[in-house]
């Protein structure tokens, strides 16, 4: 299973106001918040952890199927361009990858390289964004797989078969997904054939 998040930082610094009052304490914890302070750029480190835990929830969220905002739960550990994320007893590995224009975190049990396919979008309307990022999602891969999502609204690939773990984002400018290696039927894992 997979989660990833990805954050225009363009978008982010036109629309986010993160150095307001108090808003740092509902997102951050006081570790967290020591990152962003001693950060050669804050700005890229909220975003960044920003990116870390929503990619964590997304994850999370695949294997507890919930719904619930609760940003200051996933802690995050920073180390280079990876990390860990800790909600209660789930724990799981983030990759980071920054660029200029954006930064993407990928969320998974176990450590693994990124997977995440990244498109700029031709489009500014969100929802012609989100239909353009579905319709390469579903380029990549063979005609006999839609996609689906539960009742919470958690996406997956599916042949009416074999489910595919996936994941979603976008923001801005950018978008990505990523299909999880691992075919799987409920939570149970049955291949590692590639995509």
């Known amino acids: 299973m997979v989660g990833n998040d990805l954050v225009d930082l363009n978008e982010a610094g036109r629309t986010s106001n993160w150095q307001r009052p108090r808003y740092m304490d509902k997102i951050?914890?006081?570790n967290e918040q020591g990152y962003i302070k001693d950060a050669?750029?804050?700005f890229r480190m909220v975003w960044r952890l920003w990116s870390m835990k929503e990619a964590a929830y997304k994850l999370y969220t695949q294997i507890y199927p919930s719904r619930f905002y609760n940003p200051l739960g996933f802690e995050c550990e920073v180390t280079d361009?990876?990390?860990w994320v800790k909600f209660k007893d789930f724990l799981c590995y983030v990759e980071t990858k920054e660029t200029l224009q954006?930064?993407?975190s990928?969320?998974?049990?176990n450590p693994q390289s990124l997977g995440s396919t990244i498109i700029k979008f031709?489009?500014?309307?969100?929802?012609?964004q989100s239909e353009e990022l579905k319709a390469r999602l579903?380029?990549?891969v063979d005609d006999s797989y839609q996609l689906k999502r539960n009742k919470m609204g958690v996406p997956s690939l599916t042949n009416g078969e074999q489910l595919l773990s996936v994941s979603l984002t976008h923001h801005g400018s950018y978008g990505a997904f990523v299909i999880d290696h691992c075919f799987r039927?409920?939570?149970e894992s049955i291949g590692n054939e590639a995509v």
């Open 28 to 30: 951050f914890t006081s």
């Open 40 to 42: 050669e750029n804050s």
């Open 81 to 83: 361009q990876s990390g």
């Open 102 to 104: 954006y930064i993407l």
């Open 106 to 109: 990928e969320a998974r049990l």
């Open 122 to 128: 031709r489009c500014t309307g969100q929802r012609e």
């Open 138 to 140: 579903l380029h990549g």
């Open 185 to 187: 039927n409920g939570n």
